[in-house]
């Protein structure tokens, strides 16, 4: 493209936002240079959702165990620090790979941390400078922390996911994705756990009688949920904490871990310096993901969006900025249904419409009962339900699910769903048998 400056296109961070669109973009042959002040792949691959979901696997699997009880035949625990070694290995080998995958695509990776000297222009590290002719910012969120007295003697799910000796008692303040996938892992592999919630409601983005399901059934292992608890302040003694809450009441534990959200990490980004108009939900875009800077743009986690801020919906930002700076593309961003997922054990995913706005809308609701339908009774799910949500014309318009599987039920249901299937098409599709995508879409 141009001459006149470094790189056609500068990525700021390396994670789903930036490198699932950039490698592509670099083989076109366009000039892609890309900076990471951290590993490259960001938070998913290295402290996010492959680390979880290799800590997971183990929990899984001792569910199902736990329940084929009288089938198999002696006890299964977890050994935390095994456990922890094979995640390291896992994942130790994710940010060489992704960089070889950019540098072979022909992008250049530079290590630092970047800051905008002006619209062109970034400075690595406050030293070397670079330029580009646009520049997508991605760098993603940071964890929020509390701001009460002792707020420093709390962890970060990355500290979570690199503890070495499981603590006896851990308190998670907190019960959004983190807060439950953790209190399961935690709970599973023999701490205490207790959760602590801002009101009443857990995961307040999922349908509310199957997170009742997974809730009641985590207090019958032993969590303790505090509702409205009201945290005012940490304190430390000699061998353990103590967190003040409430109505002057006091919780004793062994590791406090701060799961209150996370926010927009655009800090010592010289966005205010060049102009980039941002606020706490992130950086502000147009459908083409343009920032109010015409050549700098977002994608991923770090943009104000109404999309869940979750892989998925970075991996398809990036892959349409990669459409757009190689002119495959003229159109705006318009985005496919993002399926979302809890990996508490049994899981609750969703995708598509809700079922509260399927009400609202006149929809058809259909409950079913999935412990009842045989191939759950195979694998001796107690918790196994789902719910499909009809437009008017008996289009799939939405789905949840609460069960073990229930990520890759909905996974199956995703193209009836995005390309609003009718019944007639829906019949045609025969998927293998006996399997879980067959049992979901036997319902679509
Ligand atoms: C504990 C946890 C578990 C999760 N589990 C799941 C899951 O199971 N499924 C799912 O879909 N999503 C999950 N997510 C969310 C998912 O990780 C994010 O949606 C995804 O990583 C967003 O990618 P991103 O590229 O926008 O941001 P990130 O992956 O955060 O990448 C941003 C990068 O920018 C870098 N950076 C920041 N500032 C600068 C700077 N000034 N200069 C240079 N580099 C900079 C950072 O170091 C970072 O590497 C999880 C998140 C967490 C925290
Ligand atoms: N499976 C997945 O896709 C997955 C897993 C983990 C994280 N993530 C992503 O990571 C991000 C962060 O996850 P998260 O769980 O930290 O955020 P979240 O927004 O899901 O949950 C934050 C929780 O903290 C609570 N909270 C806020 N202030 C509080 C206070 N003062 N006291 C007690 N509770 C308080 C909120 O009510 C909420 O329950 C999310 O955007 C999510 O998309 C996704």
Known sequence: MSAKFDFDVLYIGAGHGTFDGAAPLAQTGVNVGVIESG?????????????????????KMTREAQRMGNILQGNISIDWAKN???????IDV????LTKRLEDAGAKVIHGHAKFIDNHTVAIDGDQQVTAEKIVISTGLKPHRLDISGTDLAH???????????PDHITIIGSGYI?????????????KVTVMLHSDKVLRDF?????????DDLKKRGVKFIENSNVKSFEQ????????YGNEETLTTDWILDATGRIPNVDNLGLDEIGVKYDETGVLVNDYLQTNVENIYASGDVISSDQPKVTPAAYFESKYLMSLFSGQTT???KFPVIPTVVFTSPRIAQAGISVAEGKQKGYQISENDLANYWYYIVDKEPIAHSTQIHDKDGHLVGVTEVSDQAEDAINALLPAIEFKFDRQQVSRLVGLFPTIGYAAWHRA
């Open 39 to 59: 590993l490259v792949g960001g938070t998913c691959p290295n402290r996010g959702c492959n680390a979880k979901i290799t800590l997971d696997e183990p929990v």
């Open 84 to 90: 922890m070694e094979h995640k390291q290995e896992i």
């Open 94 to 97: 994710l940010p060489a790979g």
């Open 156 to 166: 970060d799910s990355e500290d979570f996911l690199n503890l070495t000796k499981l």
């Open 179 to 191: 807060g439950m996938e953790f209190a399961t892992i935690a709970n599973e592999a023999g701490s």
């Open 207 to 215: 349908y509310q009688p199957y997170v009742k399901k997974v809730v």
């Open 237 to 244: 003694s000699d061998n353990d904490y103590q967190i003040h």
């Open 331 to 333: 159109d705006p961003i």
